[in-house]
């Protein structure tokens, strides 16, 4: 299990999208319409074999009769970073691992793209919603990452921040990457930190 994509939401696409690129001084690539929860996105390819995407409901769409994902219907606000997601080469064996309700596994798909995920019942991922989604793709061949342009930003580190760190921690041991930590404070949230091609840092969070 690894690290897909974060997840910066925002009320609208457009404030999304303007937070990220003023942050990280570069553009958003586009994305497309996800009809089964009413949202829309852009995506910005990482150097880590991972992406970071942009979401936010769209105004446009039908307003599905089921929460929408990433808790996006009770979402106010700035931009911020509210969600990661890990992919997985076995998700029904990764779900009997982590031994907690990750919500229903759903069937999605944007234009060319398909994919199942976890998706809870109110929309509300546990842990505050610090806990990751799990994804699965087709194929490699079959990820977004194929036909994005690479942007020489790299994430360096994923912080979790929440009172319960070290039980989500026990829970996320399939994760191997030094980059995920975890650790206690009074109230949740995510800090991801990035660094480009010359060298410059930045930190989005929650």
């Not at 793209?113 to 994804?135: H, Q």
Request: charged fraction near 25%.
């Amino acid at each position: 299990m690894f690290i897909d994509h974060l997840v910066i939401s925002g009320e609208t696409l457009e404030e999304a999208v303007d937070y990220v690129e003023s942050a990280l001084d570069i553009r958003m690539q586009e994305g497309g319409r996800h009809e089964l929860f009413g949202t829309h996105n852009k995506l910005l390819a990482l150097d880590n074999d991972l992406y970071l995407e942009c979401i936010a409901v769209d105004a446009k769409a039908i307003k599905p009769k089921h929460p929408r994902w990433f808790n996006l219907d009770n979402f106010s606000g700035k931009p911020r970073l509210s969600n990661w997601v890990c992919s997985c080469e076995d998700l029904k064996y990764e779900l009997a691992k982590i031994r907690i309700d990750l919500g229903r596994v759903i069937d999605v798909s944007r234009g060319d793209y398909s994919w199942r995920i976890t998706v809870p019942e109110n929309g509300v991922l546990p842990f505050d919603g610090c806990f990751p989604a799990l994804i699965k793709w087709p194929s490699i061949q079959k990820h977004p990452l194929v036909t994005l342009t690479p942007s020489g930003i790299s994430l360096k580190s994923l912080t979790i921040y929440h009172p319960n760190a070290y039980e989500l921690q026990e829970l996320l041991s399939s994760i191997s990457d030094e980059r995920v930590s975890s650790r206690v404070r009074s109230y949740s949230g995510l800090s991801a930190h990035f660094s480009n091609s010359l060298g410059q840092e930045t930190i989005l969070e929650t």
